[in-house]
């Protein structure tokens, strides 16, 4: 088993969508969740946990087919902070690191969290995190020293805020793609990603 696991945060509201949960919309073939496991479970990452909040039983019913884990966090609606600390206390023992995704990410691919696994592989201990154009974006890879660190977050806030912390242990990795910064909040965005309903 890989020593770097995936957290896939599904535990949000898709509050500025409207009534429809984001995470269930139709996505070239699967959901907006399930597509964003499929890259998970594709990528050397393990083991892949979800973290379920919102609908909880819909999201495991969308991502039955797939060799992923749950945890469910009875706490969404508390921010994001109550899903990574949900998270990180499933992660079984002996991992490294763990790459934090989005589950409203669907474009991200394997090869780009292969690449950041190998990153961190090279620097173990930092902090690996996706640039283009000068830009950080998602996800991110954090080594287990930070782990004490981001249980004690609160709210709405979410590790990103320790870069500011630990600036001389963050590796920025130059990519070739924007799927690090598109994510899908609204219809708008879902209509802009091409998605096919």
Not at 140 to 165: C, H, I, N, Y
């Amino acid at each position: 088993m890989s020593r770097v696991a995936a957290l896939l945060l599904a535990a949000g509201q898709s509050r500025r969508m409207g009534e429809e949960n984001k995470l269930l919309l139709p996505y070239h073939g699967d959901t907006v969740v399930g597509r964003a496991a499929t890259c998970l479970l594709d990528s050397a990452a393990a083991p892949v946990i979800v973290v379920t909040g919102y609908q909880a039983g819909e999201i495991l019913s969308a991502l039955a087919q797939k060799p992923v884990q749950f945890v469910h966090n009875p706490d969404f609606a508390g921010g994001i902070s109550t899903s990574l600390k949900a998270g990180l206390a499933a992660l079984p023992g002996g991992v490294e690191a763990v790459l934090i995704c989005l589950a409203d990410m669907p474009d991200i691919t394997p090869d780009l969290l292969n690449q950041m696994i190998a990153a961190y592989k090279a620097k173990p201990g930092k902090i690996i995190v996706p640039v283009r154009s000068g830009r950080r974006g998602n996800p991110v890879l954090w080594d287990k020293v930070f782990f004490p660190e981001m249980m004690a977050l609160g709210g709405d806030q979410g590790a990103r805020s320790l870069m500011g912390t630990h600036a001389d242990d963050v590796v920025e990795l130059p990519v070739g793609t924007d799927a690090i910064f598109r994510d899908i909040d609204t219809m708008e965005d879902y209509q802009r990603h091409g998605a096919q309903r």
